[in-house]
T-cell receptor, first 109, second 115 residues
Framework: SQQGEEDPQALSIQEGENATMNCSYK?????LQWYRQNSGRGLVHLIL?????REKHSGRLRVTLDTSKKSSSLLITASRAADTASYFC?????????FGSGTQLTVLP | GAGVSQSPSNKVTEKGKDVELRCDPI?????LYWYRQSLGQGLEFLIY????????KSGLPSDRFSAERTGGSVSTLTIQRTQQEDSAVYLC?????????????FGNGTRLTVT
């Protein structure tokens, strides 16, 4: 199994701005998943992108995957205060998923 | 449809005591995972169950930690002779199939405090 590393560790933006978080990993993957965690709660699955996909959209979320660079990015457009949370990537290449330390996003009203 | 349920939501115990944490996965989910999250940190994988296969215990930090899954459904994580460093949130998740192909559904965790 391998662990994704999210960057930056913390990000603070104004409501309405876009937020971009990055994820890097080390070995080949079947897919990559992004999760969100609100304070005091479990993680919530946001989106899964397969290794043969380059970009995927879901509402205000846009995920890209570059397997040659072993990296992924999560873009949240037109951010809202409710988007304040920690965001984790999980590269999928083995039976179990491992998670990094996440990006803490704060959206200021 | 109920999600993943964990109990208790909070547990305070004295150092040296044993604790049991329970996880009820989503019905029909064959895979079940336990993770540990320390304050402000990422998730540390503990153990993984998939159907009738032998569990992947590679993440258990010591032999004080054990877990079982009865009847392919409910799981119990047991920590014996608890230590203060065991204080963390213990998260359970389940998925329909292999984790790298199926999203994980998490419970809200059990916050364990060892005094």
């Amino acid at each position: 199994s391998q662990q994704g590393e999210e960057d930056p560790q913390a990000l603070s933006i104004q409501e309405g701005e876009n937020a971009t978080m990055n994820c890097s990993y080390k070995t080949s993957i079947n897919n990559l998943q992004w999760y969100r965690q609100n304070s005091g709660r479990g993680l919530v699955h946001l989106i899964l992108i397969r290794s043969n996909e380059r970009e995927k959209h879901s509402g205000r979320l846009r995920v890209t995957l570059d397997t040659s660079k072993k990296s992924s990015s999560l873009l949240i457009t037109a951010s809202r205060a409710a988007d304040t949370a920690s965001y984790f990537c999980a590269p999928g290449s083995a039976r179990q998923l491992t998670f990094g330390s996440g990006t803490q996003l704060t959206v200021l009203p | 449809g109920a999600g993943v349920s964990q109990s208790p939501s909070n547990k305070v115990t004295e150092k040296g005591k044993d604790v049991e944490l329970r996880c009820d996965p989503i019905s029909g989910h064959t895979a079940l995972y336990w993770y540990r999250q320390s304050l402000g940190q990422g998730l540390e994988f503990l153990i993984y169950f998939q159907g009738n296969s032998a569990p992947d215990k590679s993440g258990l930090p010591s032999d004080r930690f054990s877990a079982e899954r009865t009847g392919g459904s409910v799981s119990t994580l047991t920590i014996q002779r608890t230590q203060q460093e065991d204080s963390a949130v213990y998260l359970c998740a389940s998925s329909l199939g292999q984790s790298y192909n199926s999203p994980l559904h998490f419970g809200n965790g059990t916050r364990l405090t060892v005094t």
